[in-house]
């Protein structure tokens, strides 16, 4: 039988979203390091907390010179609170009794491959930015990448388009208070590895526009992510291609590291039917995972690459 047999999703009021994937081994590393936005951000630590407060800076600090006795001024950053909360990721899979003696002398995933890894970073992936496979949703975290109003166009006929792009996201960025490169990262979507192996010149189309001592991130640290719109899709209003970004902007906090559970003996819903897995022989095996995602100060801290002109 197929061991495709999900739950119903759950409503995002209720602070979860259940997965209809495969089964996979996976780590709250491994969250942190292969879903992209989740990556990218700069802050990243455990929680005990379901609901998180912490002092931000909005903006960012000043210093001035001042005569004895007179007035100091004030800084230019604002000193403010924010807050994220806990949502949860969840992914069950459904075994016969038959498959899992088959692998008892052995390891599960010669029977189940990585796919709740990819899908529980893609789905978080997707409601960081807003975006799943290129398409706007609703995220249910505090925030979302792409509701920030920073914008650079893509301009799609220069062979240098990316490095132009980011040049002037990173110069944003250093208007808006935000100039250590250091602190930068750049988010972008499949395409843009084959774009740059093949940018050609215009004055002489046998010349690389991109080799070696070319970096069109300029050193800043990349991630990619299927979520966001691909390099080759045709030009549209709501296409973004990728993030320029503060990092230390972007929180994660991790309330749960993924856990495992399993039951023989539950009824399981599989969005049509009930499944009884005693009575089915089944053994039903459920990962989740609790974690939360914001960015403060959105508006100057983000900056989308759009493709709309």
């Known amino acids: 039988m197929a061991n ?7 409503v995002d009021a209720a602070g979860g979203f259940l997965l209809p994937v495969e089964q996979g081994e996976i780590l709250t ?15 990243k630590r455990s929680t005990s907390a379901r609901k ?12 001035a010179p001042v005569g004895e006795g007179a007035p100091k001024p004030a800084t230019g950053g604002e000193f403010g609170q924010t807050s994220m909360t806990v949502k949860k990721f969840a992914s069950i899979v459904l075994f016969t009794d038959e498959m899992l003696e088959d692998v008892q002398g052995g390891d599960l995933n010669v029977l189940v491959d990585s796919g709740v890894r990819s899908a529980i970073n893609d789905v978080i992936d997707a409601h960081a930015i807003g975006k799943d496979s290129g398409v706007d949703i609703a995220g249910v975290f505090d925030s979302m990448l792409k509701s920030t109003t920073s914008q650079v166009e893509y301009v799609q006929a220069k062979p240098d388009a ?25 988010l972008t979507g499949f395409g843009f590895a084959q774009g740059i192996r093949d940018a050609r010149s215009t004055v002489d189309p046998a010349l690389q526009v991109y080799g070696p001592g070319r970096d069109p991130l300029y050193g800043l640290e990349s991630f990619t992510s299927t979520n966001l719109n691909n390099l080759s899709d045709a030009v549209a209003a709501t296409n973004i291609l990728g993030f320029v970004v503060h990092r230390p902007n972007l929180h994660v906090r991790i309330r749960k590291d993924v856990t495992v559970s399993t039951s023989t003996d539950a009824t399981v819903n599989d969005g049509t039917t009930d499944r009884k897995l005693f009575q089915e022989n089944l053994t039903a095996i459920r990962y989740e995972t609790r974690l939360a995602f914001m960015v403060h100060d959105l508006n100057r801290a983000v900056v989308a690459i759009v493709n709309k002109a």
Do not use: C, H, K
Request: charged content about 10%.
């Open 29 to 43: 590393n491994g969250i942190l390091l292969e879903a992209g936005a989740i990556a990218l951000a700069g802050d």
């Open 52 to 63: 998180s407060q912490f002092g931000v800076w909005l903006g960012a600090p000043t210093a």
């Open 4 to 10: 495709r047999i999900p739950f119903a999703e759950g």
């Open 162 to 186: 990316l490095q132009l792009a980011v040049s002037q996201a990173m110069g944003v960025l250093e208007a808006n208070g935000y100039g250590n490169s250091g602190n930068m990262g750049v």
